[in-house]
């Protein structure tokens, strides 16, 4: 157990060091996702004009919900996961994991946590610069237990978020470019995933649905749990369906794996 361990331990530190390297670039990016969060205030600053409340909560709990899913998104977000994932499959990469005793999902998560590290600690850099500025505007909730079940549902999360990434990847077994895919998949994920406003102001039917789709547990559910727009009542059938999409995923990433590997060698040979 402890040998297996150490061999995603050394792919972990591979990571963070390759993470470490383009650390600026990620610090830009947070930066540059500043103007994205002074859109979103003048926005809802504007569509609050004249109005306490919007579907029962006022501006403050509507800006704390949107600075809450950009720290989430550096936090537990799969960025480009995908991308590389395909990358090595498509130039033969992959070849070197079938001859050695290391599991290619754990593999790629560890880079994927060692990622989300390194971006999840660099976003606090422009947050420490805004925060005196945007301080008054914030309201968190004071319940102790909102933080606590946040914790398991910001892990299954980004599980949720790399296994989506990692089938995507895993379609170039199939297909020769996953853009088209990897392009739809975050059109629908800005919306069903609350990225573009929160998921409890759609219709009651529709935000029902949502509620059973992985989407919905990608970044609105732990951003709702820490900001007070789901109840206590919600949360324990949330995370219930949370882990239910967490093993179906895990499954599906399995099954893809093996059937591309049947098909990657019919091909090579």
């Known amino acids: 157990m402890r040998a297996a361990l150490e061999k995603y331990r050394q792919a972990f530190l591979v990571g963070l060091q390759s993470n470490i390297v383009y650390r600026w670039n990620f610090a830009v990016r947070g930066f540059f996702s500043l103007f994205h969060l002074a859109v979103v205030f003048t926005l809802w600053g504007a569509a609050f ?77 422009p947050l420490a610069v805004a925060l005196p500025f945007i301080h008054d505007s914030l309201v968190f909730p004071a319940e102790g237990w909102r933080y606590a079940a946040a914790l398991p549902a910001l892990l299954m999360s980004a599980v949720i978020q790399f296994s989506i990434a990692y089938c995507f990847g895993m379609l170039t077994f199939w297909f020769l470019e996953i853009q088209g895919f990897v392009i739809l998949s975050m059109a629908v994920e800005a919306v069903l995933g609350g990225q573009m406003f929160p998921l409890d102001l759609m219709p009651e039917p529709v935000f029902r649905i949502a509620q059973y789709l992985p989407f919905y547990y990608q970044m609105y559910f732990p951003a709702a749990i820490i900001t007070g ?17 967490v093993v179906a995923l895990l499954v599906v990433n399995q099954v893809l794996w093996a059937r591309g590997l049947r098909r990657h060698t019919a091909v090579g040979g």
């Open 49 to 125: 004009a004249g109005s306490a409340s919007i579907g029962g909560f006022d501006l403050r709990q509507t800006l704390t919900y949107f600075v809450t899913l950009l720290v989430l998104q550096f936090l537990i977000s799969a960025f480009n996961e995908d991308y590389q994932i395909s990358e090595e499959i498509r130039n033969g990469l992959i070849n070197q994991f079938l001859l050695k005793p290391i599991n290619y999902f754990l593999y790629r998560f560890s880079i994927f946590v060692a990622a989300r590290l390194v971006t999840g600690t660099l976003i606090l850099l």
């Open 229 to 245: 727009r789901l109840g206590a009542e919600q949360v324990l059938p949330g995370l219930a369906i949370q882990a239910c999409w």
